[in-house]
């Protein structure tokens, strides 16, 4: 592959400030190495953009430097900024944007910021041996002492905020006995414990004066009696249940019944649970209980039907949201075995039961109404109905099945039938072997002059048909041509037409509506002219120019061509075009793409353009920005 040559504007350094670079055009000098591009084609603008003069770059073991060089008039020393060999990250150090005092420091923030300061500040400074202070020390910031310190005495902190520990990870023990009140100094903002460090017993002699109790139940052997209400806050966090398999007392629903074990919820035996809308509740249980013994919810304690929405199962646990739609009584129990478990109140108005209901009064449903199912249900109605029967969709909705069909139908007025399918229908006035006509005011007729014996079609009378034979799938005539021709002017051919001779269009346009036209001719000649009914080329010019114009929108209808301008001499390629008397005029000339470019000119024919792998070269050709 002949690799493209690429020359930079080059010349002396002496001569940069005569010569006149175009904007964005790049020169070298060739004696200093001093690279420039122009700014706006003014010589006294060109922008200096770097030299090797003012840079050392990395090597395996060095880092790179900047140069900051000495006037040119008095020689080639430098001040050199370099980075160390290895770093362990980036570095950025910001300098001071004013100038420092005298005798003033550069200090560093810690970030890279520095500044200019006369008094410095020893951030985490560690003193390794005494520290001996011969007066009073005043302490405006942190103290930190690593060892153990021993107050001997009455120790007093005045003015501030006493902090004692870290709560995640130190201790405070408390020898000697409070005697003075434990007050917050804000109300309702501090807590005593958290929600995974709880204290363990509170012993008051006196009132707990408390806002709200929020704890994991209350247990009474009797009755919870007077509150005014029950009040249960939304929570988005699940209530867990502990749950564990023991065998089955007294104390069970379902002592004597079904399997000998039960379910243990919390060291309560199968209690029946009051739930509340819109939280969620996990049943957790023992890997090996949960094998043998799956904790799953019902709509009937005899499991008949199981209850599987907004519940999850796992290996450990069973858990179940409630929401509005949940059934307002469930039932847990294990699938393996028979009432093990017992109630959920769900506390939701869903009718959702798996038993007979009886409305002894009146039933007003509103909304949709499903009704059994077709394959296994049966609905009975005993009653009469007394109001019509109406589909929710007109055309939509039948009465009975291809395979299960009603009986008899009994109308006493008018049958509104759009279609009509029946197995067999008998008109008394037709007569066998006549074709059967729409006749006056839609009613079925029938005419002798017109049979069919269900091979020959008969027609008694006269048809309009001239000169024509229809025999089979072919139309001959008996004699001359066949000219179709329609009354609008147009000959449809529904199917495919071939035509075995030559096929000659006469008009002044050809119109082809297809998807794709497909031609094997291997050749396409256009711009012929009509010489006594054959085309040749033409013998003069004819001021046209002969192309392709495509058709295509964007914003607006437009036109593309690709086309011999018979103006210029030219093939022309063009997004945007006019047409005038068969004269192209572009208004925009069209992008071109194409896999590879080569040109044959006054170097002769090569390659310019080429692709290999991923890349594409520019080769055959130099690119020369000249001299200076």
Same mark, same amino acid.
């Given at each position: 592959m002949a690799a493209p040559v690429l020359q930079f504007k080059r010349g002396q350094h002496a001569n940069v400030g005569v010569a006149s670079f175009k904007a964005g055009e790049p020169g070298f000098t060739t004696d200093k190495y001093d690279f420039y591009i122009g700014l706006d084609g003014t010589h006294t603008n060109q922008k200096f953009l770097g030299s090797s003069r003012y840079w050392l770059r990395e090597a395996a073991s060095t880092g790179s430097a900047v140069r900051v060089v000495e006037g040119s008039g008095n020689g080639d020393n430098y001040i050199e900024l370099k980075s160390p060999a290895s770093l362990a990250g980036n570095l950025t150090y910001t300098l001071p944007g004013t100038q420092g005092a005298a005798n003033s420091i550069i200090e560093n923030d810690g970030s890279g910021n520095l500044t200019f300061t006369n008094t410095p500040t020893f951030t985490g400074a560690t003193v390794t041996g005494d520290l001996a202070v011969g007066g009073g020390t005043s302490i405006t910031g942190d103290l930190y002492v690593g060892g153990t310190s021993e107050f001997i005495g009455?120790?007093?902190?005045?003015?501030?905020?006493?902090?004692?520990?870290?709560?995640?990870?130190?201790?405070?023990?408390?020898?000697?006995?409070? +005697?003075? /009140?434990?007050?917050?100094? !804000?109300?309702? $903002?501090?807590?005593?414990?958290?929600? *995974?460090?709880?204290? =363990?017993?509170?012993?008051?002699?006196?009132?707990?004066?408390?806002?709200?109790?929020?704890?994991?139940?209350?247990?009474?052997?009797?009755?919870?009696?007077?509150?005014?209400?029950?009040? +249960?806050? /939304?929570?988005?966090?699940? !209530?867990?249940? $502990?749950?564990?398999?023991?065998?089955? *007392?007294?104390?069970? =629903?379902?002592n004597g019944s079904g399997s000998s074990n039960g379910y243990v919820i919390d060291g309560v035996e199968s209690p029946t649970l009051t739930l509340t809308p819109g939280k969620t509740y996990r049943f957790t249980l023992s890997s090996s209980d949960m094998t043998s013994h799956p904790f799953r919810f019902y709509l009937d304690a005899a499991k008949t039907y199981a209850y599987t929405t907004n519940v999850t199962t796992a290996a450990t646990y069973a858990e179940i949201t409630i929401t509005d739609t949940t059934p307002a009584i469930l039932h847990y129990q294990c699938s393996a075995h028979s009432l093990m478990g017992n109630t959920l109140v769900c506390n939701t108005n869903a009718v959702h039961t798996p038993h007979a209901a009886t409305f002894e009064a009146g039933l007003n449903a509103k909304g949709d109404v499903d009704l059994g199912d077709a394959t296994s249900d049966t609905i009975t109605a005993t009653g009469r109905f007394d109001s019509d029967l109406i589909p929710s969709t007109d055309g939509a909705r039948d009465l009975g099945s291809s395979a299960l069909e009603w009986q008899d139908l009994f109308i006493d007025g008018t049958a509104n039938i759009d279609s009509l399918a029946a197995d067999s229908a008998a008109v008394a006035d037709l007569t066998s072997g006549r074709v059967v006509l729409a006749g006056t005011s839609g009613e079925l007729e029938d005419s002798a002059n017109l049979t069919f014996d269900g091979t020959t079609l008969a027609v008694t009378g006269n048809a309009t048909v001239d000169n024509v034979r229809i025999d089979g799938n072919e139309i001959d005539t008996t004699s001359g041509g066949l000219t179709l021709d329609s009354t609008s002017g147009t000959v449809t051919v529904d199917d495919n037409l071939t035509v075995n001779g030559t096929f000659t269009v006469l008009g002044t346009q050809s119109i082809i509506n297809t998807e794709t036209l497909k031609v094997e001719d291997s050749l396409i000649e256009i711009g012929l002219v009509n010489s006594g009914g054959s085309l040749v080329a033409p013998t003069s010019d004819a001021n046209i120019d002969v192309g392709v114009i495509l058709h295509y929108y964007s914003g607006s209808a437009k036109k593309a061509a690709m086309y011999w301008d018979d103006s210029v001499s030219r093939l022309v390629f063009a997004d945007e075009t006019s047409e005038n008397t068969s004269v192209l005029t572009a208004s925009s000339y069209a992008d071109v793409e194409f896999k590879g470019l080569f040109i044959n000119d006054c170097a002769g024919q090569s390659q310019v353009i080429s692709c290999t792998g991923t890349e594409r070269f520019l080769e055959n050709i130099t690119v020369d920005g000249g001299s200076f």
């Open positions: 009455v120790v007093t902190f005045r003015g501030g905020t006493v902090r004692l520990g870290d709560g995640d990870t130190d201790n405070i023990v408390v020898g000697g006995e409070f +005697a003075s /009140h434990l007050v917050p100094d !804000q109300d309702g $903002t501090f807590d005593l414990g958290t929600t *995974t460090k709880e204290w =363990r017993n509170l012993f008051l002699d006196g009132t707990a004066e408390v806002d709200g109790i929020n704890n994991s139940g209350v247990t009474t052997t009797t009755a919870l009696k007077g509150y005014s209400y029950l009040q +249960a806050p /939304h929570s988005a966090s699940t !209530q867990n249940y $502990t749950v564990t398999v023991a065998a089955k *007392t007294a104390a069970h =629903r379902y």
